[in-house]
């Protein structure tokens, strides 16, 4: 059974930092391609950040200089390290594990930035 588990969202202030964990299982972890995705209320869901099977990373620029993605293969898991978080960065954040032909999303995790 495969299953994704977002966790280490929450309510932070602006200028602050939350790491996001994506713990997987039920499937071959090391050879997917690892996104972390953001849904607004009102918005479409968008990506924030990929990394690859390989360890290649990528970013939206919205959030470039500010998170970091990373992965352990070894612990079936990959991180959204988030640094100096606006109230734009208030969403439900999704990990998504992809490669072609298939696809798996997990449940979401808040994350609230405000004052």
């Known amino acids: 059974q495969v299953q994704l588990v977002e966790s280490g969202g929450g309510l932070v202030q602006p200028g602050g930092s939350l790491r996001l964990s994506c713990a997987a299982s039920?499937?071959?972890?090391?050879?997917?391609?690892m996104t972390w995705y953001r849904q607004a209320p009102g918005k479409e869901r968008e990506l924030v950040s990929v990394i690859s099977a390989g360890g290649s990373t990528n970013y939206a620029d919205s959030v470039k200089g500010r998170f970091t993605i990373s992965r352990d293969n070894a612990k079936n898991t990959v991180f959204l390290q988030m640094n100096t978080l606006k109230p734009e960065d208030t969403a439900v954040y999704y990990c998504?594990?992809?490669?072609?032909?298939?696809?798996?999303w997990g449940q979401g995790t808040q994350v609230t930035v405000s004052s």
């Open positions: 039920g499937f071959t972890f090391s050879s997917y391609a």
């Open positions: 998504r594990a992809m490669k072609p032909l298939s696809a798996y």
